[in-house]
């Protein structure tokens, strides 16, 4: 999709992640429109014409790099702090970040966590897209504790679809205990989970 960066174009995208974790971090930034920052011949460069939103281009070309990984979980982890001040927007209906969590739950077993950390940090009122992420890296990897951790986000943060709490917790923890994940570690994955939304509703 889109043009094929270069070999000099990994600069031109960790420029970009460093600027975005930079502006999340400043006091005053647009929560609507947040990738408005970046000037006109980077949106130009990016071509993002073939993409959901800028975000989606931003994730689906730096996941090819190795090197960036690490400053795209510090974007999605610096947005997810945001959140529980003001849910960070790239356009009306993709949230800030979203994008670049998933492709990093998809190339990366170990970032499902940050992913499921991100949505439980998410206005789950607005879902748009955060529906079709959640199955595709639960496809991509299965039943298992971190896909496990992402069912708990989206069953604990309330929603358009459904509000936390909606299923019955019985029959939830019936069916961890059946998957065999409960009986192998799973409460630590629960816990880490639940601290982390309880965090986000912190004031």
């Not at 947040?34 to 996941?63: M, N, Q, W």
């Not at 943060?157 to 909606?166: A, I």
Request: proline content about 2%; charged content about 25%; aromatic content about 12%.
């Amino acid at each position: 999709m889109g043009k094929t960066f270069g070999k000099d174009d990994q600069n031109t995208l960790k420029k970009i992640l460093s600027e975005a974790i930079r502006y999340v971090n400043e006091e005053d930034f647009d929560h609507n429109d947040f990738y408005g920052f970046l000037p006109e011949e980077l949106h130009t460069l990016l071509d993002c014409d073939e993409y959901r939103s800028t975000d989606e281009c931003i994730a689906v070309k730096a996941i090819a790099y190795p090197k960036l990984h690490e400053l795209m979980r510090e974007l999605v982890d610096t947005i997810a702090d945001e959140n529980s001040r003001g849910v960070v927007w790239d356009n009306e209906e993709e949230a800030a970040g979203g994008a670049i969590a998933r492709e990093l739950a998809l190339h990366n077993k170990s970032d499902v966590i940050l992913f499921a950390r991100f949505i439980s940090s998410n206005d789950l009122n607005h879902e748009v897209y955060q529906a079709e992420d959640m199955e595709s890296v639960v496809a991509k990897w299965g039943a298992c504790r971190e896909t496990y951790s992402v069912a708990v986000a989206r069953w604990l943060t309330p929603g358009q679809h459904r509000d936390g709490f909606d299923y019955d917790p019985i029959i939830f923890l019936w069916m961890l205990w059946c998957s065999g994940l409960m009986r192998d570690g799973f409460f630590h994955t629960i816990s880490t989970t639940a601290v982390t939304m309880w965090r986000n509703c912190l004031p």
